[in-house]
Every structure is written in structure tokens, then in C-alpha cells.
């Protein structure tokens, strides 16, 4: 079995498209920075407040003060997050429709038959409450993927900025998340 075996020392370096000069060149031609105007693209966690491209192309952190700002709006953004997803959940129970009960047979531990009842919740989906759950999950998917795309910065900073707001989200809004009860479940 033959191995393929690169020598990078006479690999001529990757070719980069300059949106501005309009040609292609090798990376030493742009300064020796890879990537979007002279930026390269961390790959691994780092702690910094120079050249931090957030989200958007013109959005870049270059000062400690804006560091902290963008670390407040992320970890108000994440909090969001948690808040919207346990929001949607207890619009879903306040609007729910077409409730049933189903009993069930299950086996007991000692070979008798118990009856187990479980609880079916229906919305009918051309409803306006419908029609506001999809919107609430469409908002709901962009901010989960703007928080993934800021987690991709690799920046560490950023990174506890989503962590400890979607903890304090979680914190502040679960206490109302729904609590499955098993209504068969009794004390003997």
C-alpha cells in the first residue's frame, strides 16, 4: 500500500481571490494574512479583543470596551434564547386543543393488568395560535444559529458570554418549564 506523502515546503501556498484588487493571488501578495481583508480565522480557543469579526463583516471588535459590549449583548442574546424556547413551551399549553385521555393496559409487577392514562394534546395548524408558534420557531432557529455561529469565533470571551447566558436564561425561565406528572403514580 503506497502512502501519499506532501513535502509543504514545495506545496506553492493556497490561492486567495482579492474581492478588492479583482485577481487571484498566493497569500504572501496579501500581506501574509489569510482570509476576508487581512483576517485569519482562529481554529482553536483564544482570548483576545483584536481583529474579532462577529457575525457580520463589518462587525469587528478592536478594543477591550467593545469586547465587553458585544459580551453583553451575546450573553443577553443567549439568555433570550432560553427565554424563548420556555415561553413557546407554556404558549403551547395555554393554547392547547382537542384534549384527550387514553387509557391503556400495562402489566404489573405481580402479573395483575393496571390501566395506564395518558394525556393527548392537538392543535388544529390553521390556527392564529399556530401561526405564531412558527413564527416564534423560525426567530427561535436564527438566534440558536447566530449563538452557534458566535461560539465559532473560538473566542473565549464570546464563548462564556453564550455559556453564562443561556445558564442565567435557563435559571430565570425553567421554573416555568412544564412537569410531567404520572398520574397512575400513588403512594401504597
Not at 386543543?97 to 395548524?125: F, I
Request: one cysteine or more; charged letters at 15%.
Amino acid at each position: 500500500m503506497a502512502h501519499l506523502h506532501h513535502d509543504h515546503a514545495t506545496m506553492p501556498p493556497p490561492m486567495v481571490t482579492d474581492p478588492h484588487a479583482g485577481h487571484t493571488t498566493g497569500h504572501e501578495g496579501s500581506g501574509g494574512h489569510e482570509g476576508h481583508e487581512g483576517m485569519m480565522m482562529k481554529m482553536t480557543f483564544y482570548f483576545g479583543c483584536k481583529n474579532v469579526e462577529l457575525l457580520f463583516a463589518g462587525l469587528v471588535i478592536n478594543t477591550p470596551g467593545e469586547m465587553v459590549g458585544a459580551c453583553i449583548g451575546v450573553f443577553l442574546l443567549a439568555a433570550f434564547y432560553e427565554g424563548l424556547k420556555i415561553g413557546r413551551e407554556v404558549l403551547l399549553r395555554r393554547n392547547q386543543v382537542n384534549v384527550r385521555y387514553n387509557s391503556m393496559p400495562v402489566p404489573g409487577a405481580d402479573g395483575t393488568v393496571l390501566m395506564e392514562t395518558h394525556k393527548t394534546v392537538g392543535q388544529r395548524m390553521l390556527s392564529l395560535p399556530h401561526l405564531f408558534q412558527t413564527i416564534l420557531h423560525v426567530i427561535q432557529v436564527v438566534v440558536s444559529y447566530f449563538l452557534m455561529l458566535v461560539f465559532m469565533t473560538y473566542n473565549g470571551y464570546l464563548c462564556i458570554a453564550v455559556a453564562a447566558g443561556a445558564g442565567v436564561g435557563y435559571f430565570l425561565f425553567s421554573w416555568r418549564k412544564a412537569v410531567v406528572v404520572d398520574i397512575t403514580e400513588h403512594c401504597h
